[in-house]
T-cell receptor, first 111, second 115 residues
């Protein structure tokens, strides 16, 4: 079945540590996105990529980095510069001009 | 800038009764509108979308939404609620500036259906 796989489901980060969240899709979608979800704030866009080897900052890109070396993969790195990283992270993909397909999310907690 | 507002943090309804989850939008030009549902610790699932055409849009799981241009609203409805409909619902609008297919989401409405 086609879909988006996010891993791990749960992730714990120590202070000052970088962590990478995985997102893989087999839907053959060109565009991929990373959103952050916090209670009461909805979803906020971190980064997006419309095509391989290209990506753009979203609304809250500070402290995050991404790469898009393959069409299927769009990993997100949460760096030590992100001061409040505890959140639920959602990856999505879409064909042009249509709705998104979401992964199941990664819950990141700072310990 | 495109935006959506969900004025209710929570909606409570009895099973079997009709439900409405409200969404208003602000866009320049014709809006592309979406509804998604999220169950606990899961990603969002697509319910329905309005691009153009009939103002009443039918979607998954018996949900429908009515697009009202004069009131700039896109309320989600279901004739008879089920306990299993209890979840977090998000309205979204496609951004028309800055390129790409970016969606702006509302803050979400928690729907609770009780026996």
């Amino acid at each position: 079945d086609g879909g988006i796989t996010q891993s791990p489901k749960y992730l714990f980060r120590k202070e000052g540590q970088n962590v990478t969240l995985s997102c893989e899709q087999n839907l053959n979608h060109d565009a991929m996105y990373w959103y952050r979800q916090d209670p009461g704030q909805g979803l906020r866009l971190i980064y997006y990529s419309q095509i391989v080897n290209d990506f753009q900052k979203g609304d809250i890109a500070e402290g995050y980095s991404v790469s898009r070396e393959k069409k299927e993969s769009f990993p997100l790195t949460v760096t030590s510069a992100q001061k409040n990283p505890t959140a639920f992270y959602l990856c999505a993909s879409s064909p042009d001009r249509d709705g998104y397909t979401f992964g199941s999310g990664t819950r990141l907690t700072v310990v | 800038a495109q935006s959506v507002a969900q004025p209710e943090d929570q909606v409570n309804v009895a099973e079997g009764n009709p439900l409405t989850v409200k969404c208003t939008y602000s866009v320049s030009g014709n809006p592309y509108l979406f509804w998604y549902v999220q169950y606990p610790n899961r990603g969002l699932q697509f319910l329905l979308k309005y691009i153009t055409g009939d103002n009443l849009v039918k979607g998954s799981y018996g949900f429908e939404a009515e697009f009202n241009k004069s009131q700039t609203s896109f309320h989600l409805k279901k004739p008879s609620a089920l306990v299993s409909d209890s979840a977090l619902y998000f309205c979204a609008v496609r951004r028309l500036t800055g390129g790409g297919n970016k969606l702006t989401f509302g803050t979400g409405t928690q729907l609770k259906v009780e026996l």
